[in-house]
């Protein structure tokens, strides 16, 4: 996704040709070869090499601007084997999501052998080029790519997940507990009740909301409240909307019942609230 200022980022770093070695903490390496992505739903500082050992230098002074908007580049090193890496990001719109909070810190994606690797390499290959010549259009070319390699990653991920997996991601691979996530993400300011997500996923009432328990961790109603707070008190943050526009677009018919569920979440009412994290 383009965004000028996107409120979460979550970094890739595609492995074209040699060794790269990713280090986020003392004890958290990954080490993969060329065809293979390794991404950062949440980007966390993070360090890139060829090999092990060696003295990082920071980024920004090594970075190439391209005049005419193109790519920027980083040369550096020399004396060891070549490694060639395209990296990038995927922008949200939303600093929280719990799809994005539940995945690790790293997620790796080898693409030798699959399926899509090819698709991919070649497709990363030509919108590069594109980019580097400031065709029209080309960056858009990139964004997408970069948001689909962001869903096959997840996909493969989840495949991996064992099956007695529990939490946000089992849920999400539950065909009925899954769409129930979807309906609610996509509408939240429709008036949900468990039983209407029951009848939209085919499941009676009890079997439903036992099966969503059991996964989530919570109640489908209780999860639901809980997201709708997560996203009012975003929108107090980053927006000038009125509370009462932003009770309206959580699914708050009235701006006195938003105002209680959100104190019993935060402890302060919304105004407050937004005072408070504003600084004003």
Request: glycine letters at 8%; hydrophobic letters at 45%; proline letters at 5%.
């Amino acid at each position: 996704m383009v965004l000028s200022e996107p409120a979460r980022v979550i970094a890739f770093h595609y492995v074209i040709s040699g060794t790269m070695v990713l280090q986020i903490t003392r004890d958290k390496v990954v080490e993969v070869g060329g065809g293979s992505i390794v991404l950062l739903p949440r980007n966390d500082p993070h360090t890139l090499a060829s090999r092990r050992g060696l003295k990082p230098v920071p980024g920004d002074k090594l970075v190439e601007v391209d005049p005419g908007a193109g790519l920027a580049r980083i040369r550096h090193g020399g004396g060891g084997d070549l490694t060639r890496i395209v990296c990038g990001f995927v922008g949200t719109e939303s600093d929280c999501h719990p799809l994005i909070d539940a995945l690790p810190s790293t997620l790796v994606l080898d693409l030798n052998g699959r399926p899509a690797g090819e698709w991919i390499f070649t497709s990363f290959r030509y919108a590069a080029q594109e980019l580097a010549a400031a065709r029209a259009g080309s960056a858009t070319v990139l964004a997408k790519l970069s948001e689909l390699m962001f869903v096959e990653a997840v996909r493969c991920y989840l495949d991996a997940l064992p099956a007695n997996e529990r939490g946000w991601l089992s849920g999400l691979r539950d065909p009925a507990v899954g769409k129930a996530l979807a309906l609610l993400h996509s509408d939240l300011a429709r008036p949900w009740t468990a039983d209407e997500l029951a009848r939209q996923v085919y499941l009676s009432r009890s079997t439903f909301a036992d099966r969503f328990t059991a996964l989530i961790g919570a109640p489908p109603m209780t999860y639901l409240t809980r997201w709708r707070m997560q996203v009012a008190s975003q929108r107090l943050r980053e927006s000038r909307r009125s509370v009462a526009e932003i009770s309206a677009d959580v699914g708050y018919e009235s701006e006195i019942a938003f105002a209680r569920a959100f104190k019993r979440h935060f402890s302060v009412s919304p105004a407050q609230w937004r005072k408070d994290i504003n600084g004003r």
